[in-house]
């Protein structure tokens, strides 16, 4: 069972920046994809940033030149820096691992970090 981790959350102004972290423990399997979802009250969660373990990224446009994905494969962590944050970032902030196990792809989710940008 794999179990993810997320600490870095918290309060920050418009302009500021923050990074999170999340630590995967558990099953480890070579073709997987980390990264990191959000949702803000009232909306759907969306897909802010993944990385694969093949190191290909996918961002949401709103985000792209503003955030960065990086992982540590050894340390089974995976980052997320956030620069020149705008209130409309502001959501609970889900860390996700997706992996192969034979033919099933499971997908497994962190419990969230919140995070609050003020104007």
């Known amino acids: 069972q794999v179990q993810l981790v997320e600490s870095g959350g918290g309060l920050v102004q418009a302009g500021g920046s923050l990074r999170l972290s999340c630590v995967a423990s558990g099953s480890s399997f070579s073709i997987n994809a980390m990264g990191w979802y959000r949702q803000a009250p009232g909306k759907q969660r969306e897909l802010v940033a993944t990385m694969t373990s093949g190191g290909t990224t996918n961002y949401l446009n709103s985000v792209k030149g503003r955030f960065t994905i990086s992982r540590n494969s050894a340390k089974n962590t995976v980052y997320l820096e956030m620069n020149s944050l705008k209130p409309g970032d502001t959501a609970v902030y889900y860390c996700?691992?997706?992996?192969?196990?034979?033919?099933?792809?499971?997908?497994?989710w962190g419990q969230g970090t919140q995070v609050t940008v003020s104007s």
């Open positions: 996700y691992k997706g992996l192969l196990d034979g033919t099933a792809w499971r997908e497994y």
